[in-house]
């Protein structure tokens, strides 16, 4: 923990300017980007009496080990600029909004040649219409199915749409009249892409324009006695009106309007946003966030339009935001939002009427949105401290191990080791910080040599990416080591202190390995030849779950409720999980291995050419050079060099009948090097021993 006056600046540094400020932690990661209006006042804050903080704010200063500032012209300046911090640096504690799902649009791809609807998740493209973001995938998809009858649009994918292109049949949406069929020109690409257009416009808030025509045309069919148009007509009507219904009209004077709202307690914030386009509410999203500091409500509206807009531009920012309280100051963010839209854009609260009526239910939403969080998430906040508590008081460390990393062996009978390296940093995952290695020291199995070798290996290059940030060095210019596939130590050379993450840069405050007092010790005695002494170590064995640690006869035992042995375990299943993926994967590429890969210069299509033209490789290898020579596309060299190559590969094994007991003969196209095996009674391959199948065997 670091005293904040031992990084605080000296009087008059600061200047009383606008910018934006980082503080970095001890091993330079950025883990907090704020802007100020002055850089002076607001620093200022940071290095008052500990006691007189705010408990997150007092976690942030304490982990921090310096501050820095750019200086920029204006308050707009810095709010892009933070806005693009946070976005690089993914700070640890900022206010950053997470949904809990990525939320489905209603995107039409108007820069294809033949516009497709679509459901799209994600982000956004460049030329795509979207509307929403609807809650629920069906809802779009039910609004499309009402929407085909009028507007008949293609909905295919490009394979399909190909396809049937080449046949010349449209798909059963075009046979059934809820698809123009552009891929067979039924229509032309311009027609098709005015049937596009109109369809967004409807979407997009304009229904009248096509209701009414449809009424007229309806009303002069039946005058005509054309009852059967006037029936299609009627249906397409009443299609239109259904969709319609499904998006109620909230406010009468057809607004286009984002409205926001906050629920909010001590720990936690809930943001809800409302988009109504046309007067009607076309979609509607929130979040929840931690708060990690002292944090106003107009603060927190603003990081909301911050993670809202950041990324858009044009009519996707509304020409009104209506929000519960004002930033303060409100003109920089009302500026930026102008520019992100490029024409005037009204940051405001609402007062009375309609708008305001429609933010009550929002803030409704709001509430319910954190009360649901609280229940399903209030015990998991409280049960991670607990378990990070626990896990320091049994295993005697200084602090609660905020940063967890384990390892694990995984192979198949000593072939294709592997290891995994998981992180957990404050009881969560940190996926982006998981790594996996290939055993490269020795072959064979012995999970104790294995474990020292990957312990090894990511403690060398931590002790490097040190030596790298000048850790070690008084020196500005400190030469830099680089370093290998293996970990190993090759050169030097220079590196810009930016502050992203590097890979193995920063150390543990525990390390937990799967394995009991063999692995444990193999762990530690690693660390100890490093020389590392500073990070814990624990193995935790899969039979009892017993704790081991280094030195000790006797395990820790952990009760069967504690919340510390279930992270233990879930840090560990992880792991587990994570190495046999890998070793899976390695697995069945080697399987699905070939002589012929070995050959320079041979791609997948001479090779496909070869096994078409002898029809195995059993064949092919008793082949000669002039024969190989004669597959299109093989030169005599070529030919040579795979004569060459197939002569070095033993042949695979036979299958054999286990009723008959005869060799079965090679099937064509067979590769050598697959998985051998026998045949069963009926004849039908049978694989020995399936890895999914062979218990207690992958590690």
Same mark, same amino acid.
């Given at each position: 923990?670091?005293d904040?006056?031992?990084?605080?600046?000296?009087?008059?540094e600061?200047?009383?300017?606008?910018?934006?400020?980082?503080?970095?932690?001890?091993?330079?990661?950025?883990?907090?980007?704020?802007?100020?209006?002055?850089?002076?006042?607001r620093?200022?804050?940071?290095?008052?009496?500990?006691?007189?903080?705010?408990?997150?704010?007092r976690?942030?200063v304490?982990?921090?080990?310096?501050?820095?500032?750019t200086?920029?012209?204006?308050?707009?300046e810095?709010l892009q600029?933070?806005?693009?911090w946070?976005?690089?640096?993914?700070?640890?504690?900022?206010?950053?909004?997470?949904d809990?799902?990525s939320y489905?649009?209603?995107?039409?791809?108007?820069?294809?040649?033949?516009p497709?609807?679509?459901v799209?998740?994600g982000?956004?493209?460049?030329?795509?219409?979207?509307?929403g973001? *609807?809650?629920? !995938?069906?809802a779009?998809r039910?609004?499309?199915?009402?929407?085909?009858r009028v507007?008949p649009?293609?909905t295919?994918?490009?394979?399909?749409?190909k396809?049937?292109?080449?046949?010349?049949?449209?798909?059963?949406?075009?046979y059934i009249?809820?698809?123009?069929?552009?891929?067979?020109?039924?229509?032309?690409?311009e027609?098709?892409?005015?049937?596009?257009?109109?369809?967004?416009?409807f979407?997009?808030?304009?229904?009248?324009?096509?209701i009414?025509?449809?009424?007229?045309?309806? !009303?002069?069919?039946?005058?005509?006695?054309?009852y059967?148009?006037?029936a299609?007509?009627?249906?397409?009507?009443?299609?239109?009106?259904k969709?319609?219904e499904?998006?109620?009209?909230?406010l009468?004077d057809?607004?286009?309007a984002?409205l926001i709202?906050?629920?909010e307690?001590?720990l936690?914030?809930?943001?809800?946003?409302?988009?109504?386009?046309?007067?009607?509410?076309r979609?509607?999203?929130?979040w929840?966030t931690d708060?990690v500091?002292?944090?106003t409500t107009?603060?927190?509206?603003?990081? !909301?339009?911050?993670?809202?807009y950041?990324?858009e531009?044009?009519?996707?920012?509304?020409?009104?935001?209506l929000v519960?309280a004002?930033?303060d100051?409100?003109?920089p963010?009302?500026?930026?939002?102008? =520019?992100?839209?490029?024409?005037?854009?009204?940051?405001?609260?609402?007062?009375r009427?309609?708008?305001?009526?429609?933010?009550?239910?929002?803030?409704r939403?709001?509430?319910q949105?954190?009360?649901?969080h609280?229940?399903?998430?209030?015990?998991?906040?409280?049960?991670?401290?607990?378990a990070?508590? $626990?896990?320091?008081?049994?295993?005697?460390?200084?602090?609660?191990?905020?940063?967890?990393?384990?390892?694990?062996i995984?192979?198949?009978q000593?072939?294709?080791v592997?290891?995994?390296?998981?992180?957990?940093?404050?009881?969560?995952?940190?996926?982006?910080e998981?790594?996996?290695?290939?055993?490269?020291?020795?072959?064979g199995?012995?999970?104790?040599?294995?474990?020292?070798?990957?312990?090894?290996?990511?403690?060398?290059?931590?002790?490097?990416?040190?030596?790298?940030?000048?850790?070690w060095?008084?020196? $500005?210019?400190?030469?830099?080591?680089?370093?290998?596939?293996?970990?190993e130590?090759?050169?030097?050379?220079?590196?810009?202190?930016?502050?992203?993450?590097?890979?193995?840069? *920063?150390?543990?405050?525990?390390?937990?390995?799967?394995?009991?007092?063999?692995?444990?010790?193999a762990?530690?005695?690693?660390?100890d030849e490093?020389?590392?002494?500073?990070?814990?170590?624990c193995?935790?064995a899969?039979r009892l $779950?017993?704790?081991?640690?280094p030195g000790?006869?006797?395990?820790?035992?952990?009760?069967?409720?504690?919340?510390?042995?279930y992270?233990l375990q879930?840090?560990?299943?992880? !792991?587990?999980r994570f190495?046999?993926?890998?070793q899976?994967?390695k697995r069945?590429?080697?399987?699905?291995?070939s002589?012929?890969?070995?050959?320079?210069?041979?791609?997948?299509t001479?090779?496909?050419?070869?096994?078409?033209?002898? =029809?195995?490789?059993?064949?092919l290898?008793?082949a000669?050079?002039?024969?190989?020579?004669?597959v299109? =596309?093989?030169?005599r060299?070529?030919?040579?060099?795979i004569?060459?190559?197939?002569a070095?590969a033993?042949?695979a094994?036979p299958?054999v009948n286990?009723?008959?007991?005869?060799?079965?003969e090679?099937?064509?196209?067979?590769?050598?090097?697959s998985?051998?095996?026998?045949?069963g009674?009926? =004849?039908e391959?049978?694989?020995?021993g399936?890895p999914?199948?062979?218990?207690g065997?992958?590690t």
């Open positions: 923990m670091a904040p006056s031992s990084y605080r600046p000296k009087p008059g600061i200047p009383d300017t606008p910018g934006v400020y980082r503080f970095r932690d001890e091993h330079r990661r950025v883990i907090y980007v704020g802007k100020a209006k002055s850089l002076r006042q620093l200022a804050n940071y290095f008052q009496d500990l006691a007189g903080m705010h408990p997150r704010t976690t942030m304490t982990t921090a080990a310096s501050v820095e500032w200086v920029v012209s204006t308050e707009v810095a600029l933070e806005y693009s946070i976005k690089e640096y993914d700070p640890r504690f900022n206010v950053k909004y997470r809990d799902k489905p649009y209603l995107a039409v791809t108007m820069n294809e040649e033949y497709r609807v679509q799209m998740r982000h956004k493209k460049k030329g795509v219409r979207y509307f973001p *609807y809650g629920h !995938a069906w779009i039910d609004t499309v199915d009402l929407l085909l507007f649009v293609r295919c994918s490009a394979g399909v749409f396809n049937a292109a080449r046949t010349g049949r449209p798909c059963l949406l075009g009249g809820k698809c123009s069929a552009p891929c067979v020109d039924r229509v032309s690409a027609e098709h892409r005015e049937l596009a257009d109109e369809f967004c416009d979407m997009a808030g304009r229904t009248n324009t096509y009414r025509p449809l009424e007229k045309r309806m !009303a002069e069919a039946a005058e005509e006695m054309e059967e148009r006037a299609r007509l009627r249906d397409d009507i009443e299609a239109l009106k969709a319609m499904k998006s109620a009209v909230v009468a057809a607004t286009d984002d709202a906050v629920a307690d001590e936690e914030a809930a943001v809800q946003i409302f988009h109504v386009r046309g007067g009607r509410v979609g509607q999203r929130g929840v708060k500091e002292e944090i107009g603060a927190l509206v603003e990081h !909301a339009l911050q993670q809202l950041g990324e531009t044009g009519d996707a920012v509304p020409k009104e935001v519960p004002l930033p100051p409100v003109e963010v009302q500026e930026w939002l102008t =520019g992100r839209r490029g024409s005037i854009v009204s940051l405001r609260v609402p007062q009427g309609d708008k305001k009526a429609l933010m009550e239910t929002v803030q939403n709001a509430q949105a954190l009360v649901l609280k229940t399903k998430r209030a015990s998991d906040l409280t049960t991670r401290s607990r990070l508590e $626990e896990i320091a008081d049994a295993l005697d460390l200084d602090s609660a191990p905020l940063r967890i990393e384990c390892y694990d995984s192979h198949l000593g072939d294709d592997v290891a995994s390296m998981v992180v957990f940093e404050d009881g969560l995952a940190r996926k982006s998981y790594r996996r290695f290939q055993i490269k020291g020795f072959a199995q012995d999970d104790v040599r294995s474990m020292h070798e990957v312990i090894t290996r990511r403690f060398r290059r931590y002790l490097a990416e040190k030596e790298r940030t000048g850790e060095t008084d020196g $500005e210019n400190a030469e830099t080591p680089e370093i290998d596939s293996n970990g130590i090759v050169g030097t050379g220079l590196t810009e202190d930016d502050g992203r993450p590097r890979k193995f840069a *920063y150390p543990p405050q525990l390390v937990v390995v799967d394995g009991g007092a063999p692995q444990v010790a762990a530690r005695r690693a660390l490093l020389g590392i002494d500073d990070i814990a170590v193995g935790l899969k $779950e017993e704790v081991w640690l000790d006869d006797d395990p820790v035992i952990l009760p069967r409720t504690s919340e510390g042995l992270m879930r840090v560990r299943d992880e !792991a587990h190495a046999i993926t890998y899976r994967a069945a590429k080697r399987f699905r291995s002589p012929l890969d070995d050959v320079p210069g041979l791609g997948d001479r090779k496909q050419a070869l096994l078409k033209h002898f =029809g195995s490789l059993k064949k290898r008793s000669t050079i002039d024969q190989i020579c004669e299109p =596309g093989i030169g060299k070529t030919a040579e060099t004569a060459a190559a197939l070095q033993a042949p094994a299958a286990t009723a008959t007991g005869e060799i079965m090679e099937e064509p196209g067979t590769e050598a090097g998985e051998p095996g026998t045949m009674s009926s =004849g391959p049978v694989t020995m399936a999914d199948e062979r218990r065997q992958e």
